[in-house]
């Protein structure tokens, strides 16, 4: 069994390992955050500017309490450029996904071998650093109370955290903080030019653009050198970019990536200001189709065939489940945010890792223990509802009540659905 082989070498690697301590916490410095307010763009084509056309929007957050949350949630445990030291390598859930990929991680060459495939979808996250000089506040204040999938060849989302709206204005202050770019007019600028553009840098090579023409280059996801497929993974679907940036941030962006974000991924394109301004033209105003959202998959009917906890553990509890619901007494402590607590989130005890311990259920909000399989009001087993859940969030249904698992990674299929919904019914053989 994969997983418990690898809560053992945790144990192991968390008294081997020292932290290999990332860069010291830049001190936070504005705490003011306010969008850059934005001219109109009224010589462009009838479509308006998101961001130019509404007021400047001033959030009332604070940054020093924001630089306290992002610590209380572990931002750092998935994303580099949170201003926090780097976590102890058996909490730093991409940190240690890479060091087995680069062959950095205190194991045999066979054991590395074997796990590779398996870490390799969760092997990076965006760096968050510079994000005053990229992202709207305001933006930022509903992504983290209601993340999207921004990155169409990312396997990982950003999951969704127990973040109130008063904390997230306070964390979006925190990672804006600093220097604003500075607010700019596209008056003029020519959308189609910006589009030929597009086409003629190959843009597309790395970027989807959903909802607009196809574009003729496209991304080859596992093609190209390592750094070219890191690119691909990381480079975000451009029918975003009008949500989530300014007129202003973008023109400096297309200009010169490096300088707004040291060590990205997206190349400089060598590109005259009136050539970042068409593009920026065209980016924000072009027209979209609705967004393509995931069909919902049908709940499959209980099967008449016996399942079996092994099978179970093999289809879904395995795969996806036990980094986060695994067994403490392995990991020093750790057995995941959804076991011993993480992320921001109380500890529920639920720990995955064994028969017995699966039946033994969770706390719940009164810290009283329940089982995982007792019954919803509409008869839905609550761990099967959590499953469908997160197949409704890909979906674009979120449920407040009902957090989707597995937590920011992409939803079971209808037939593990299926499967597990079919081992509860009958009694959960062993
Ligand atoms: C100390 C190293 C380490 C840490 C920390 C770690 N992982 Fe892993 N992870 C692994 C290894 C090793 C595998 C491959 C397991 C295997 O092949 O048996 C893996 C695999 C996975 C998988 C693929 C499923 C599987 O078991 O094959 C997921 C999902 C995952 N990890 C998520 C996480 C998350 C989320 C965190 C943080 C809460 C995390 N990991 C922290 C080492 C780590
Ligand atoms: C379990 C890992 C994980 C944790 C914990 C996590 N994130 Fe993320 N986050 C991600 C992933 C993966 C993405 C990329 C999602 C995408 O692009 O679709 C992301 C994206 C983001 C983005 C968007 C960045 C961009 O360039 O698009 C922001 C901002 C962000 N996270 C902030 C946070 C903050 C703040 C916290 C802590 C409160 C946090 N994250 C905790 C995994 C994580
Ligand atoms: C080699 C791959 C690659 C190419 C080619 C490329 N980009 Fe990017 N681009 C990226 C990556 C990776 C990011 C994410 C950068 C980061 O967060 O560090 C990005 C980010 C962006 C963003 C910000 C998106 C957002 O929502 O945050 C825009 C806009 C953008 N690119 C436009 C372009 C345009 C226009 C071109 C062509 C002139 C282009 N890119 C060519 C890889 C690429
Ligand atoms: C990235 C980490 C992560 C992964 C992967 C994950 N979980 Fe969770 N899970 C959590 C956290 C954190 C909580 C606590 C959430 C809360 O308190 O709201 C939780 C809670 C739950 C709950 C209780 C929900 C409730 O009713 O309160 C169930 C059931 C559950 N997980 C099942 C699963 C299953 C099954 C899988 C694998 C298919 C899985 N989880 C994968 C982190 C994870």
Redesign the pocket.
């Known amino acids: 069994m994969r997983v418990t082989t690898t809560a053992v070498l945790l144990a192991t690697v968390t008294l081997l390992a020292a932290c290999d301590d990332k860069p010291t916490p830049t001190p936070a410095s504005s705490p003011s955050v306010s969008a850059a307010p934005s001219g109109g763009a009224r010589a462009l084509t009838s479509g308006a500017l998101p961001h130019a056309a509404a007021a400047p929007v001033a959030l009332a957050g604070d940054a020093a309490e924001g630089q306290r949350l992002v610590e209380q949630y572990e931002c750092s445990r998935c994303h580099q450029g949170t201003g926090q030291p780097a976590p102890k390598l058996a909490l730093d859930c991409v940190g240690c996904h890479q060091q087995i990929l680069a062959g950095k991680f205190p194991a045999s060459p066979a054991k590395l071998a074997e796990w590779k495939p398996h870490v390799a979808y969760y092997q990076e996250t965006?760096?968050l650093e510079a994000l005053g000089r990229?992202?709207e506040p305001a933006y930022l204040v509903a992504f983290l109370q209601r993340p999207e999938d921004?990155r169409p060849h990312l396997v990982p989302s950003m999951p969704r955290l127990p973040l109130s709206a008063e904390q997230a204005t306070h964390v979006a202050a925190y990672l804006t903080r600093g220097e604003r770019p500075k607010a700019q007019r596209l008056d003029g600028a020519d959308p189609a030019h910006g589009r030929a553009?597009?086409e003629n840098?190959?843009?597309g090579?790395?970027?989807e653009f959903s909802g607009v023409a196809p574009l003729t280059a496209r991304p080859k996801p596992g093609v190209g050198s390592e750094e070219?497929q890191r690119?691909?993974r990381?480079?975000?679907d451009?029918r975003?970019?009008r949500d989530?940036?300014s007129p202003g941030a973008?023109v400096e962006?297309?200009l010169e990536?490096e300088r707004v974000?040291p060590g990205?991924?997206?190349?400089s394109?060598s590109?005259s200001p009136a050539e970042a301004r068409d593009?920026a033209a065209y980016?924000l105003t072009t027209p979209l189709e609705p967004p393509r959202l995931k069909a919902l998959p049908v709940r499959l009917p209980v099967l008449s065939r016996r399942v079996r906890y092994a099978e179970v553990v093999e289809q879904v509890i395995g795969v996806t489940c036990r980094h986060c619901h695994g067994d403490a007494d392995l990991t020093l402590g750790d057995g995941g945010p959804g076991n011993t607590g993480g992320f921001g989130f109380t500890p529920r005890r639920m720990d995955l890792s064994t028969y017995e311990r699966t039946n033994a259920g969770l706390l719940n909000a009164q810290g009283e223990r329940e089982s995982v399989f007792a019954k919803l009001p509409d008869g839905t087993p609550r761990l099967v509802a959590s499953l469908i859940a997160r197949q409704r969030e890909e979906a674009g249904q979120v449920d407040p009540q009902v957090r989707g698992m597995p937590l920011g990674l992409p939803a079971l299929s209808a037939e593990q659905v299926q499967l597990v919904e079919s081992w509860v019914a009958q009694g959960r053989p062993r």
């Open positions: 965006p760096s990229r992202l921004v553009l597009l840098k190959s843009c090579s790395c970027h070219q690119a691909i990381l480079a975000p451009l975003h970019t989530r940036w973008l962006w297309l990536p974000k990205t991924l997206m190349p394109h590109l593009l980016l």
